[in-house]
């Protein structure tokens, strides 16, 4: 009877630890561009669709002082989106409440404020518990082992490759459109 129940909690902590591993894109996925997220509109987006393109993934906030990046970003694809850039950003209030509003007053917010044109999504959360599984899969070392750790603000920035590898992160305060972004697009870009 001992052995039987002590076989039966060895099973469920296997199954747990596989669904663990699973939920950090280890099992399966692997690349950013393997999940399914939300947009702004509520539609499911299968982030597939962005293979062969490069794709630059932000974490978002109408109410930072970092904001004003969103110009930067919409520079950047109306520069590059020709050429095969893609532009995700995903809203989160994990910083400062930063990031209050409802999907459709962030939308509302970023066109009338900024002219975001480029993809945006449903908010999520970016760090903590509850973090989405795209971000697990951005921060953890078993999946991202060069550029991992947590996210540090509102706009954060990872570089994705057209084969979908993440291949740059770039701090908050690092600015859309510095050198050391647009160098690192361009280089992705003129890989075909």
């Keep these: 009877m001992r052995i039987a129940l002590l076989l039966g909690l060895l099973a469920v902590i296997a199954s747990t630890a596989a669904f663990a591993k699973d939920k950090v894109g280890e099992g399966s996925a692997k690349s950013p561009l393997d999940f399914k997220m939300k947009s702004l509109t509520g539609k499911e987006v299968?982030?597939?669709?962005?293979?062969?393109?490069?794709?630059?993934?932000?974490?978002?906030?109408?109410?930072?002082?970092?904001?004003?990046?969103y110009e930067g970003l919409e520079a950047l694809h109306d520069k590059y989106g020709k050429d095969g850039l893609a532009i995700l950003g995903f809203p989160?209030?994990?910083?400062?409440?930063?990031?209050?509003?409802?999907?459709?007053?962030i939308a509302n917010f970023c066109k009338e404020n900024y002219g975001v044109k480029?993809?945006?999504?449903?908010?999520?959360?970016?760090?903590?518990?509850?973090?989405?599984?795209?971000?697990?899969?951005?921060?953890?070392?078993?999946?991202?082992?060069?550029?991992?750790g947590e996210i540090s603000w509102n706009f954060e920035k990872f570089l994705v490759n057209r084969d979908g590898q993440i291949v740059a992160r770039f701090k908050p305060p690092v600015k859309p459109q510095s050198p050391e972004v647009t160098k690192a697009i361009e280089a992705e870009l003129a890989k075909k």
Excluded: W
């Excluded at 062969?52 to 974490?59: E, P, R, S, T």
């Excluded at 908010?123 to 971000?135: D, F, N, R, T």
């Design 46 to 69: 299968d982030l597939s669709k962005y293979k062969g393109k490069v794709v630059l993934i932000v974490n978002t906030a109408s109410q930072c002082g970092l904001t004003p990046q």
């Design 92 to 105: 989160s209030n994990d910083f400062g409440a930063q990031e209050a509003g409802t999907d459709v007053e």
């Design 118 to 148: 480029f993809d945006m999504f449903s908010k999520i959360p970016v760090k903590g518990a509850q973090k989405s599984e795209l971000y697990q899969f951005l921060t953890s070392k078993e999946t991202n082992p060069k550029y991992a």
